[in-house]
Nanobody
Framework: QVQLVESGGGLVQPGGSLRLSCAAS????????MGWYRQAPGKQRELVAR???????NYADSVKGRFTSSRDNAENTVYLQMNSLKPEDTAVYYC???????????????WGRGTQVTVSS
């Protein structure tokens, strides 16, 4: 019914930048919060940034001042600008969205398949 597709991952040197995008499509009436999580090998998935439909974006302490998330509500897209990347930022990054479905107005949480970000020299 709803698909989230991430793009923009890759290999970057420490100190470099990457911009991730995530577009939501399908039977969407409205989207509440959208955000990004990440999971490094052997670790649990953790919040990176989450943007409510209205209000202040919440960032993990480890990325504050380096990462900026934004959204384009008209395009159902969320972005993650990552600057000053560190090796410890290496992980699979997942997009997440709280979606109100068209037709039945049910509320569902959706995840993208993830995009790999590798920070290494």
């Amino acid at each position: 019914q709803v698909q989230l597709v991430e793009s923009g991952g890759g290999l970057v040197q420490p100190g470099g930048s990457l911009r991730l995008s995530c577009a939501a499509s399908g039977s969407i009436f409205a989207i509440g919060a959208m955000g990004w999580y990440r999971q490094a090998p052997g670790k649990q998935r953790e919040l990176v940034a989450r943007i409510p439909s209205g209000g202040t974006t919440n960032y993990a302490d480890s990325v504050k001042g380096r990462f900026t998330s934004s959204r384009d509500n008209a395009e159902n897209t969320v972005y993650l600008q990552m600057n000053s990347l560190k090796p410890e930022d290496t992980a699979v990054y997942y997009c997440n969205a709280d979606v109100i479905l068209a037709g039945n107005y049910a509320r569902r949480e959706y995840w993208g398949r993830g995009t790999q970000v590798t920070v290494s020299s």
